[in-house]
């Protein structure tokens, strides 16, 4: 079913749809849009330079929409683009196969969650932010740096529609 968007409630371990056709949670993540890409062509997504705890949030079924403020990690040249959007398609962070290599840091390997991304196209903040329960707030964009933010489900439909192809 990847690619395709099916809400399934993290309340059991059904794979019921909602009758709604909504998420019962959704979450905004914080990558490039070069990441966002690679995300999004292998289903999965890694978060906080792939620590767990942030991804152990997550439920199946949760939408999931990312945010790219640059094109390339460390740019200093904006992009502020919503790139990918998907739903949460596991139960727990799993473990990547390889290692990430982090310079100084050494080598480890990355927690990451399944996501089954749908085909969307970016769509630019500001053609979205007025209608964002998100950007309503002041210093809305403060909470960002933490890499994962709850996000209202309207924002995530808002999103969904607006990204559509």
């Given at each position: ?6 809400f ?89 196969d ?5 310079g ?12 089954d991304?749908?085909?969307v196209?970016?769509?630019e ?18 909470g ?11 924002d ?9 192809r």
């Amino acid at each position: 079913m990847k690619g395709q968007l099916s809400f399934i409630s993290s309340a059991n371990e059904e794979t019921e749809e909602r009758p709604s056709g909504r998420p019962r949670r959704a979450w905004l993540g914080v990558v490039s849009a070069e990441h966002a890409r690679y995300a999004a062509r292998y289903g999965w997504i890694q978060l906080n330079h792939g620590y767990r705890r942030n991804l152990a949030r997550l439920g199946r079924g949760d939408g999931f929409v990312i945010y790219s403020p640059t094109e390339r990690l460390g740019e200093k040249a904006k992009l502020r683009a919503f790139t990918a959007l998907g739903v949460v398609a596991d139960d727990e962070p799993y473990l990547a196969d390889e290692a990430m290599d982090m310079g100084a840091r050494g080598t480890f390997r990355p927690w990451r969650r399944v996501v089954d991304f749908a085909p969307v196209h970016a769509v630019e903040l500001g053609a979205v932010a007025p209608d964002l329960i998100l950007t309503q707030q002041p210093n809305w964009g403060y909470g960002l740096r933490f890499g994962l933010v709850p996000l209202a489900v309207e924002d995530f439909e808002l999103l969904r529609d607006a990204m559509a192809r």
